[in-house]
């Protein structure tokens, strides 16, 4: 459950970087996203010398249309995760007189 909550965060994380991006920010495009990609991946490819941002592009345009199903989700997820963190009542019953220790936990 961690593993998911952790995945669909660094796909937000994406999402965010993209978007705090200059470029990003003063391109025309920022509704229609086949047009945002023309743009800042030939942006991109200019500006900066390095395939990650290329890379994380690819990602935005992917993970962008699902957003709020990936915040909902995680929103769920945290919640779920916090439950089950929560401490445990137990109980040790000593039995017999061979020391054997039975442990129930209270849920």
Same mark, same amino acid.
């Given at each position: 459950?961690?593993?998911? #909550?952790?995945?669909? /965060?660094?796909?937000?994380?994406? &999402?965010?970087? &993209?978007?705090?991006?200059? %470029?990003?920010? /003063?391109?025309?495009?920022?509704?229609? #996203?086949?047009?945002?990609?023309?743009?800042?991946?030939?942006?991109? @490819?200019?500006?900066?010398?390095? =395939? %990650?941002?290329?890379?994380?592009?690819?990602? %935005? &345009? @992917?993970?962008? =249309?699902?957003?709020?199903?990936?915040?909902?989700?995680?929103?769920?997820?945290?919640?779920?995760?916090?439950?089950?963190?929560? =401490?445990?009542?137990?109980?040790?019953?000593? @039995?017999?007189?061979? @020391?054997? &220790?039975?442990?129930?936990?209270? #849920?």
């Amino acid at each position: 459950m961690l593993s998911e #909550l952790w995945q669909m /965060e660094a796909a937000l994380r994406r &999402i965010r970087f &993209i978007e705090y991006n200059r %470029y990003f920010k /003063e391109s025309p495009h920022r509704e229609n #996203l086949s047009l945002l990609k023309m743009h800042l991946d030939s942006v991109f @490819t200019v500006k900066y010398k390095n =395939p %990650y941002f290329n890379s994380q592009l690819e990602k %935005y &345009i @992917t993970d962008k =249309p699902r957003q709020k199903e990936y915040e909902k989700a995680c929103e769920e997820l945290r919640k779920e995760a916090y439950r089950l963190a929560q =401490p445990l009542n137990h109980v040790f019953r000593i @039995t017999g007189s061979s @020391t054997k &220790i039975q442990a129930d936990v209270g #849920l």
